[in-house]
């Protein structure tokens, strides 16, 4: 058992764990938490609020409305007992619809708890519960407080939770959770237990979390869990606790700069343990087990949590893992998995179990005959129900209910005269009001088209010349910027589904067309979604205050009838993700690619030195590099952008956001913002370019899921030519693709201090573009900071330009005119929904 002190250990380290657990949370696209049959909405802890049953009735196509109730004092102890005080009770076939805007994988999270309401004792209702995919629950009837959590994949569009009650019965739930969840928490591929092999195809699969344990530890709910689940102690699944002993040691944790992070498994987990009771008897051969009520006929995906926060030394522990009868895994050494052979790094382990008869699955540690000390130990354990080859989740359904259409209602042939006759009169008051309003605003001479923007001193004319290389303006209001409602709804043909180009964690693009004949990126925030505010902000104050050749312009925002909508200038050609992989279109040449690094490089160097303090974009990624009909670059996306530190500080303090694979691994750790976490994402971006591969790929071994590990490690071999994209084979002069390998190399320094500021990067990628379409008689291993002096005079006058003054224009023979550039193409993640 764990000793009272190591209990204050534990506490003494919960809020510390709780900061952590808030600064690197993931945040999910999508989100929905209702109190069905609350009045009120509820506040679960400080972390989230579940809204109230009459706001959510949106989501909700139900027969027949009975909401419920309890005056009962205690439910549960859990922190979420305020949910169970309520219910909806369905008498008939019911569900709820929810808008998904980032296809994958989501957590439905479904609250039940039963008590008597009227004549309704919910310990009898019999019900199933189904998505258009799958059945979650069948012939379910819950006899006291339960939480039934599901990971379903949506690939587009809704997601349907149905309720169908059983014949002469009912159904209910307390409350609804829908949630996304991070597309690397579950890889496609796992090893199979037997016959032993791989296994694939679990992105497409829906699972039912069948045991989350912490072993060792205490429970750990979703205050200390960034992705909200609950993990149970481990003491009632232990089958002889006497062979066991708890060991806890949240401080020695060190989370590997890539591999499990806080979303894998929460610190609190992988700081704690269970381990044979063994000291003292080195003959000690007995095993630890564990024991979890399954359904037998289903495939289990079982995931093993590994910390070694009890060995003194590497190569200390080595044990053996058994599932059942199986022999899972011989003789792990525990320490020679993880980077660096370093104690108390997390590690994790996926199988998929085949089915069986039993209706128990025990899970075992034992000793090693290899080891000297025998021990074992494991840390945390997720077993997870596997769809069935029909997609249902439960043995006694195995087809899902008829899901209806969102407009079908009972007893519409009664209801049909009555409904049509109020029908036309509210079609007639409605056009009459719309006339009268559209006559008024007439009066009252609005106007469709928007206000150009007003620059200081008070004239008013449009802020920045499409005709320049960079402005800084002063903006007298952010009023000068907005557009009105009816005009962007003109642009869009009232948002036509057709014209949607893009959907993203802020809402869906649209193309439009402004009355001026304008080509427009429209970006309208979800509602429903409760989030993208505090990114409009600061979209918005961003773009009002730049304009630059290679950074996409900001046209103008609504802020009208409580939408969040963002128009931006479109690009032609998609972002630069689109062109490098994931599509049919043509692959790029390697002067072409350069082209674009230098062009979103200049972009970027601006941000960092073209105002009077420093802008650090803080989300560098292919998918926000984007290309107009030229292919000249534009940096997109300024939603987490950051205003840098002030001349007396070198860092800003301030959570952890990014897009996985991107991250600066210093800012991770240390939570310090620097212009070099842009340099370091977009030295992941040069290799992107140059491998036209994604820069985590889940489906690839181990050694390759992160391009920038995987390429460094060939660039320190001096082998880089042997990854790159094999259209760009033989066509990259040898001296080119050495200094562009360097250039990367040194974005990617650990430190930032050794990284190289974004204007070297950029003196750096146009010397790789000289040696590529000229032959430069000197060592090219020499330093190109020490030859970009003899480079053709347009581009070392151009790059001198950029970095001073930003009114400065300049004439290039090498660039097209600038009056040719356009301020009407794309933005942001358009193309594909990209979640950071």
């Not at 938490?33 to 049953?53: A, E, H, N, Y």
């Not at 309890?70 to 369905?90: E, H, K, P, V």
């Not at 869009?492 to 993203?504: L, M, P, Q, W, Y």
Request: glycine letters at 6%; hydrophobic letters at 35%; aromatic letters at 10%.
């Amino acid at each position: 058992m764990i000793e009272f002190g190591v209990y204050r250990l534990w506490i003494s380290s919960l809020f510390v764990l709780y900061l952590c657990c808030i600064s690197y949370a993931f945040d999910p696209p999508d989100v929905y938490l209702i109190d069905c049959g609350s009045s009120s909405d509820t506040q679960v802890g400080k972390i989230r609020t579940f809204v109230s049953d009459k706001s959510s009735t949106r989501y909700l196509s139900a027969s027949e409305e009975i909401l419920a109730s309890t005056n009962a004092s205690f439910i549960t102890s859990g922190g979420d007992s305020d949910l169970y005080r309520t219910a909806r009770i369905f008498r008939g076939s019911s569900n709820y619809k929810f808008s998904i805007t980032q296809s994958g994988r989501l957590w439905i999270r479904l609250y039940f708890y039963p008590f008597v309401y009227q004549n309704y004792d919910m310990k009898s209702a019999n019900f199933t519960v189904s998505t258009h995919e799958n059945v979650l629950l069948g012939n379910f009837s819950p006899k006291n407080a339960t939480v039934k959590e599901f990971s379903v994949v949506v690939s587009s569009g809704d997601l349907t939770v149905q309720f169908t009650p059983a014949n002469n019965s009912f159904a209910y739930v307390n409350a609804v959770e829908v949630v996304s969840v991070p597309d690397t928490l579950i890889a496609d591929d796992a090893n199979l237990v037997s016959p032993k092999g791989a296994y694939q195809g679990l992105t497409s699969q829906a699972m039912e979390t069948v045991a989350r344990v912490n072993m060792g530890g205490p429970l750990v709910t979703y205050v200390n869990d960034t992705l909200w689940r609950t993990w149970l102690p481990d003491s009632s699944f232990l089958k002889e606790p006497n062979l066991a002993k708890s060991v806890v040691k949240v401080a020695s944790v060190r989370y590997p700069e890539s591999g499990p992070t806080q979303d894998t498994a929460p610190q609190t987990v992988y700081g704690s343990c269970t381990r044979m009771n063994s000291e003292g008897d080195p003959n000690s051969n007995f095993n630890v087990t564990w024991e979890f009520p399954v359904d037998p006929d289903f495939q289990y995906f079982v995931r093993f949590h590994f910390c070694d926060i009890v060995s003194t030394s590497a190569n200390q522990l080595v044990f053996s893992i058994y599932a059942d009868s199986w022999d899972v895994y011989k003789d792990l050494e525990l320490s020679s998995k993880v980077f660096g052979n370093n104690l108390a790094t997390p590690y994790f382990m996926d199988y998929v179990i085949p089915s069986t008869n039993n209706n128990i699955l025990k899970i075992s540690i034992g000793p090693s005959p290899s080891s000297l000390d025998p021990n074992a130990i494991l840390n945390g354990l997720e077993i997870m129900k596997i769809e069935n080859s029909v997609g249902s989740l439960s043995s006694a359904i195995s087809s899902r209910p008829p899901i209806p259409s969102s407009d079908s209602k009972s007893n519409v042939g009664m209801i049909a005269g009555v409904s049509i006759g109020v029908l036309l009169v509210v079609v007639m008051v409605g056009i009459l009001f719309c006339l009268y309003r559209r006559r008024k605003q007439e009066q009252l001479g609005h106007s469709k088209t928007w206000i150009p923007i007003s620059l200081g001193g008070g004239t008013s004319r449009t802020m920045g010349s499409k005709y320049s290389n960079a402005t800084t303006a002063t903006i007298d209001s952010k009023l000068s910027y907005r557009i009105p409602f009816a005009s962007v709804q003109e642009a869009t043909n009232n948002f036509d589904e057709s014209r949607v180009i893009g959907i993203g964690g802020f809402g869906k693009v649209y193309k439009g067309v402004l009355s001026d004949g304008t080509k427009v990126a429209c970006k309208r925030g979800n509602p429903r979604s409760q989030q993208g505010l505090a990114e409009f902000q600061t979209e918005i104050e961003m773009l009002s205050q730049f304009r630059h050749r290679h950074l996409v312009s900001l046209i103008g925002y609504c802020d009208e009838k409580n939408e969040m909508i963002l128009v931006y200038e479109y690009m032609e050609n998609g972002t630069l993700k689109s062109h490098l992989y994931g599509s049919d279109l043509p692959s790029m040449s390697w002067k072409q690619r350069l082209e674009i690094c230098i062009g979103s490089a200049r972009g970027l160097h601006y941000l960092h030195t073209g105002y009077a303090k420093a802008v650090i974009h803080r989300d560098v990624k292919s998918a926000n590099i984007l290309l107009n009909e030229n292919f000249l670059a534009k940096v997109a996306d300024f939603g987490l952008s950051k205003t840098g530190p002030e001349l007396d500080q070198t860092h800003v303090s301030t959570a952890v956001k990014g897009s996985f694979g991107y991250l600066d691994p210093e800012y991770f750790r240390r939570q310090q913002l620097t212009e070099k976490s842009d340099v370091y994402s977009f030295g992941v971006v040069l290799f992107e370019v140059l491998c036209a591969r994604p820069v985590i790929d889940p489906t690839l071994p181990r050694d390759k899921v992160n391009l920038a590990e995987w390429a460094m490690k060939w660039q320190k071999k001096g082998q880089l030519e042997q990854i790159i994209d094999p259209s760009l084979a033989g066509k990259i002069r040898p001296d080119s693709l050495r200094k562009y390998a360097e250039t990367a190399e040194k974005c990617l320094a650990d430190y930032g201090v050794d990284r190289p500021s974004m204007g070297d990067v950029l003196w750096n990628l146009e010397y790789t573009l000289q040696l590529q379409e000229t032959v430069i008689q000197s060592d090219p291993d020499e330093n190109s900071t020490n030859r970009i002096g003899e480079l053709s005079p347009q581009v070392s006058d151009f790059t001198h330009a950029d970095a001073g003054s930003s009114n400065v224009q300049v004439e290039m023979s090498n660039l097209e005119d600038l009056s040719g550039v356009s301020m009407s193409r794309v933005f942001s993640q358009l193309v594909k929904s990209e979640g950071r």
